[in-house]
């Protein structure tokens, strides 16, 4: 028929498959279609109102994506699952009605609806309830959809979860406390919230999920409770401004880019039960100059890749080896004291900290890995601690690179032992060798 000339269906007749893109103004859905196909309507952006008929049961992934200009949509009783991205990014979009019949939407169903002031669940609707506008399990323990558009929000103190992306993209109030016995906090809930900048975070939570905070522009400060046991893939990452992050003693693993690109970071202190910091953890942390290491903790090599000022970082007492490449390209790390009852020091540990100037190596230590000082160009003190040269064997030229010159660098030794380093001939090549306490 004419009027549907702009619309594609399945062989069948009961899935509507494709909108034509020129379409504009108003488009009526026939009766008899029982489904929105996938990305049915997608980048209509000049469409304004689409009647849908009872028929239909099912709005597929993506089926009004993009469409920007639609101004209202009115969900029929017949309507049972609301996909993911059904109606993501349409702008146009204030209030959103669920009828009682809906008894699944999918957590990103209204992604990027920006203007979206309210959802309106129908009280007969056995899955869901609103409150405050928002859009909850029926027994309020789950938090599924927040309204984009919030000058002040509050959750029931039932609130156990928030869902996948609850928040992502809200224009959230400045702070915002989530409710005591809030448990879980679900993949991107706070996403992208552009305002926010403080969080305080219950006792009762033991997860944070994967990019939970992400592009949170303006976060500056937040506490995390003990108990929790995990700081998730990119929960925080693009927090440019967050200044302030406390881990608790509870935290048994850092993942991937958990705090990738916070700029704001100037301390962090990893504390002793963290057995992994994953990869690109604390990367382009650009203000970072300062880490705590309170035990023995494993990290990757690019894990504080990019952190262009860090220059110090403290080491635990407990540790016994200083794994390869630990401190690679550390470019501004000046010195470093490392604790009595390290016994290897790995391959390439050192390697690319330019401006490393001095740095004492005990007497516990054993074993020193090839290029453990390469392109230390600017090192000129090496304290040892061993009043016995012979406890330790190495070449010194696999130490800093074959193109050395070790005139420049001083080596001191213990009182009483400069007689034997001067006679040992792996100190042979040194010209500087001075006794100390």
């Known amino acids: 028929m004419e009027q549907y000339k702009n619309l594609t269906f399945s062989e069948n007749g009961k899935t509507l498959v494709r909108c034509d893109e020129k379409c504009e103004g108003e488009v009526i859905i026939p009766y008899g279609i029982t489904k929105i196909g996938e990305e049915a309507f997608k980048n209509c952006y000049k469409i304004s109102f689409v009647e849908i008929p009872s028929s239909v049961t099912d709005i597929d992934w993506g089926a009004f994506s993009g469409c920007f200009k639609l101004k209202d949509i009115e969900i029929p009783r017949s309507v049972i699952n609301i996909e993911n991205y059904a109606f993501s990014g349409c702008y146009g979009l204030k209030t959103i009605k669920i009828p009682s019949s809906v008894n699944w939407i999918g957590p990103w169903a209204f992604s990027s609806c920006r203007n979206v002031e309210q959802f309106i669940i129908d009280d007969n609707n056995s899955k869901y309830c609103d409150f405050e506008g928002a859009i909850y399990t029926k027994d309020k323990a789950t938090l599924v959809r927040a309204p984009f558009r919030l000058d002040s929000f509050q959750m029931p103190n039932s609130v156990t979860s928030i869902g996948s992306g609850a928040f992502s993209g809200c224009n959230i109030s400045k702070s915002l406390e989530l409710p005591n016995g809030v448990r879980f906090i679900g993949d991107w809930a706070f996403a992208g919230c552009s305002n926010l900048m403080s969080v305080i975070l219950p006792k009762s939570l033991i997860h944070i999920g994967n990019h939970a905070f992400e592009d949170c522009d303006i976060l500056q400060s937040i506490d995390i409770p003990d108990g929790l046991t995990m700081i998730s893939y990119c929960s ?171 005139s420049k660098l001083t080596i001191y030794v213990p009182i009483g032992s400069e007689y034997d380093y001067r006679h040992n001939p792996f100190f042979s090549d040194f010209e500087n060798i001075v006794s100390e306490k």
């Not at 650009?286 to 880490?291: F, R, V």
């Not at 900290?353 to 230390?376: A, E, H, M, Q, Y």
């Open 236 to 406: 925080f990452k693009n927090c440019y401004n967050l200044q302030h992050i406390s881990i608790p003693q509870s935290v048994t693993e850092i993942e991937e880019e958990a705090f990738k690109d916070c700029d704001g970071l100037s301390i962090v202190e990893i504390p002793e039960r963290v057995s992994n910091i994953g990869h690109r953890a604390f990367k382009n942390c650009i203000g970072l100059t300062l880490i705590k290491l309170l035990g023995d903790t494993f990290y990757e090599t690019d894990t504080f890749e990019g952190c262009g000022n860090l220059s110090k970082v403290l080491l635990p007492n407990a540790i016994n080896k200083i794994r390869e490449y630990a401190f690679k390209n550390f470019q501004k790390l000046t010195n470093i004291d490392i604790p009595d009852g390290v016994r290897e020091i790995g391959v390439g540990a050192f390697e690319g900290c330019t401006s490393l100037i001095s740095i004492r190596i005990p007497s516990s230590v054993k074993f020193i890995g090839d290029g453990v000082f390469l392109n230390c160009c600017s090192l000129k003190e090496i304290h040892f601690r061993h009043y016995n040269p012979s406890q330790f064997c190495w070449c010194f030229k696999n130490l800093f690179g074959y193109d050395y010159d070790l």
